[in-house]
């Protein structure tokens, strides 16, 4: 009598498991079914959204606004203007978009005849200051894409590190900054106060990248890092150690080092200070 009944509870648990495993549950963003996780596998392709043409970016995982417009040497602020993304910057993998301003709409037609017009009354419009991040405010609310911004850096900038300069600004021959050479593990310093907008290792020929927002005009970018020290949202400060020299494709001591201005990439020795000599003996 025991074992029947034994065997019959038996018989109604495994049936109530089998009904309930053919149902999908959530757990984070990952899918349990039949009792196992399925997660989207890290190298499996993403789907675009539509056709992909010669001036689009298919937005893969990882993928940010900011370094986006890095790569393809763009103001940030213009390429969510162009394809319509919101003030919080947000991209979602399989995302095609464009990265040149689309076309101008088409003008209007006006019929001939007698049009009587009225010269709309000037506003005063008072220019907008770029303002320097610093590490005692709270992050700005982020400006809508297409805002103007009028004016130029507020602050001092510092050399990236202690290291001898290698290479120039020679934007003809492909070297958009300055590389520096020194000690592999040596301090990489942010050049100037701003928040970190990048911290990865997704863009091609940079290595382990560091990209810093200095205000609503000013990136810097510091790549080939042996480790990085900081990640997206940190606020830095002027001098902060913010990783560790590694090595470039040479495999050679190596700092890339970058000032971009409204996504164009800029001489830094223009912002840096001179560099002291040494004291004669």
């Not at 405010?137 to 290291?163: D, I, K, M, S, Y």
């Not at 990248?209 to 002027?238: F, W």
Request: glycine share 12%.
């Amino acid at each position: 009598m025991k074992a029947a009944l034994r065997s019959g509870l038996l018989s109604l648990c495994a049936l109530a498991l089998g009904g309930c495993a053919g149902l999908g549950s959530w757990e984070g963003e990952r899918t349990v079914y039949n009792g196992k996780k399925s997660p989207p596998a890290a190298d499996s392709p993403v789907r675009a959204e539509r056709a992909v043409g010669a001036d689009d970016h298919l937005v893969q995982r990882g993928d940010t606004v900011y370094a986006i417009a890095f790569r393809n040497n763009l103001d940030f602020r213009e390429l969510a203007r162009w394809n319509g993304i919101g003030s919080d910057y947000l991209i979602r993998p399989g995302q095609v978009l464009r990265l040149k301003a689309p076309p101008a709409a088409p003008q209007p037609r006006f019929i001939e005849g007698d049009v009587q017009t009225t010269a709309a009354p000037e506003a005063d419009i008072a220019p907008v200051k770029s303002e320097p991040i610093t590490a005692d405010t709270p992050p700005p609310p982020l400006e809508p894409p297409g805002a103007v911004v009028v004016g130029t850096a507020g602050f001092q900038w510092t050399w990236p590190t202690n290291g001898t300069v290698l290479r120039g600004y020679e934007p003809a021959q492909g070297n958009k900054g300055l590389d520096f050479t020194g000690t592999v593990g040596q301090p990489v310093f942010a050049a100037a106060p701003g928040r970190v907008v990048y911290s990865g290792n997704a863009l091609k020929g940079y290595g382990e990248l560091i990209i810093i927002k200095h205000d609503e005009v000013h990136l810097s970018a510091y790549g080939y890092n042996r480790q990085r020290h900081v990640k997206e949202g940190d606020v830095v400060t002027t001098g902060q150690p913010i990783g560790e020299m590694g090595s470039g494709p040479e495999n050679k001591p190596l700092l890339h080092f970058e000032i971009r201005e409204r996504g164009k990439p800029v001489n830094p020795v223009g912002f840096l200070p001179a560099k002291a000599k040494p004291a004669a003996k």
